[in-house]
């Protein structure tokens, strides 16, 4: 064999070799490849590729499709629009974050975003660079994780905790009040001794001091059932209900609430006596009088300063025979109830400064043990409208007939 048909066999050996590692090589890419690819679709996370800048995408998991409700394709055909679904209040915040600290492995953040079909999710996105072999940036990798359903178990954990705190710091109360009315009542009795022999003792000639003393027991006596029926309600957990007319109950609230009105300068109207003479109702008087009382004291605290402006607030009845509730309701043209995210009717929550945030918890629970609801119907409008008639603020009690 000459030395040149050696040669030509050598280096067609050493071909063969070469064709038979890339070969093998390139069965081992695309096994890695495969599995790699297996990985990526069946993760939850959503994986993603982007060049250093993070402009171009080079590669998007399927779960992308299912947690933002968007084709992968239209993605890779506009890699901008998936910071196009981010919640406009954290996009800007995101897309901060992003380019100050992806390309260092330091990204981490926790956004919202909003899905075609009108669905909010929380996500939580991660990124970290990937190197070349010469120890350049070449590519940025990240993960993108759906965590909405961990967002929403925390918050009913936070509301459950609140819920039980509430309703621990309740049955204190409701503890304290209970051992309140029993020691109240004592020199509650005590002092409508007192009076009475104070009347007894009345020159009868000097009828002056009668009139002051004989308010004196009339409201003590007043206090001395509200504690009484505050006790009955804690021991048994439902009212004293008789069937009452609603006028003179009506009238009562008025007449206990006049020197305030006149003495902030206030308007009352109160219903139509001819819509309502006729009307009776099977109510508690002391926590119906309880509940109108305090909407009505709650819509005086609500006016500023006076500054001139015709303040009103009214009581109105709306009865149809032939529905099985009535509806009361207490308005102002105050300034209104600002729409805060304050759930007016939760215990402890008062925009008052001195307020214990008790009142409207406590006359909802009172409106609900007779059947009925208690519900802020109209907010009022704020700032320039003050004082205008047409922009009330609205509570409404409603009552069942029976």
């Known amino acids: 064999m000459s030395t040149s048909s050696a040669e030509s066999e050598k280096r067609i050996a050493e071909l063969q070799e070469q064709l038979q590692n890339e070969r093998a090589m390139r069965r081992r890419s695309e096994s890695n490849e495969r599995c790699f690819r297996e990985l990526a679709e069946h993760i939850r996370e959503v994986f993603w590729m982007t060049n250093p800048l993070g402009d171009q995408l080079v590669?998007?998991?399927?779960?992308?499709?299912?947690?933002?409700?968007?084709t992968c394709q239209s993605l890779y055909d506009d890699p901008g629009r998936r910071l196009a679904w981010v919640h406009e209040a954290d996009r800007q915040a995101v897309l901060t974050a992003f380019k100050r600290d992806a390309i260092h492995g330091e990204y981490d953040e926790v956004f919202r975003i909003e899905r075609p079909d009108g669905e909010m999710r929380w996500i939580r996105d991660r990124a970290?660079?990937?190197?070349?072999?010469?120890?350049?940036?070449?590519?940025?990798?990240?993960?993108?994780?759906?965590?909405t359903e961990s967002i929403e178990n925390n918050d009913r954990i936070t509301r459950l905790h609140s819920t039980i705190d509430t309703r621990?710091?309740?049955s204190v109360f409701a503890a304290l009040g209970t051992g309140l009315a029993h020691d109240v009542s004592q020199p509650l009795t005590a002092a409508r001794n007192f009076i009475a022999q104070a009347r007894m003792k009345l020159v009868p000639d000097n009828d002056a001091p009668r009139a002051p003393l004989e308010r004196a027991d009339a409201e003590i006596e007043r206090a001395a059932s509200i504690i009484r029926h505050l006790r009955d309600?804690?021991?048994?957990?439902?009212?004293?209900?008789?069937?009452?007319?609603?006028?003179?109950?009506?009238d009562d609230v008025h007449q206990l609430m006049d020197s305030a009105l006149r003495g902030r300068n206030i308007r009352y109207t109160g219903p139509d006596p001819r819509q309502i003479e006729d009307l009776e109702l099977p109510v508690d008087r002391v926590f119906a009088q309880q509940i109108l009382r305090n909407l009505v004291a709650n819509a005086i605290d609500a006016f500023d300063d006076d500054d001139g402006s015709i303040r009103h607030i009214g009581v109105s009845v709306r009865t149809d025979e032939h529905a099985d509730h009535v509806d009361i309701e207490v308005s102002d043209n105050g300034p209104g109830v600002a729409e805060d995210g304050m759930e007016l009717f939760e215990p402890f929550v008062t925009t008052k400064d001195d307020g214990l945030g008790l009142g409207l918890a406590v006359?909802?629970?009172?409106?609900?043990?007779?059947?009925?609801?208690?519900?802020?119907?109209?907010?009022?409008?704020?700032?320039n409208d003050y004082g205008n008639e047409d922009t009330r603020t609205r509570f409404v009690l409603r009552l069942p007939r029976n």
């Not at 309600?233 to 009506?250: C, V």
């Open 59 to 70: 590669y998007i998991s399927p779960a992308y499709e299912h947690i933002w409700g968007q």
């Open 128 to 147: 970290f660079p990937v190197y070349d072999d010469n120890g350049e940036i070449y590519r940025l990798a990240g993960f993108a994780l759906d965590i």
């Open 168 to 170: 621990n710091r309740m």
């Open 233 to 250: 309600f804690a021991r048994e957990g439902k009212p004293t209900r008789d069937t009452l007319s609603l006028q003179p109950l009506i």
């Open 363 to 383: 006359c909802r629970t009172l409106a609900r043990s007779h059947g009925g609801e208690l519900t802020l119907s109209d907010r009022g409008r704020r700032g």
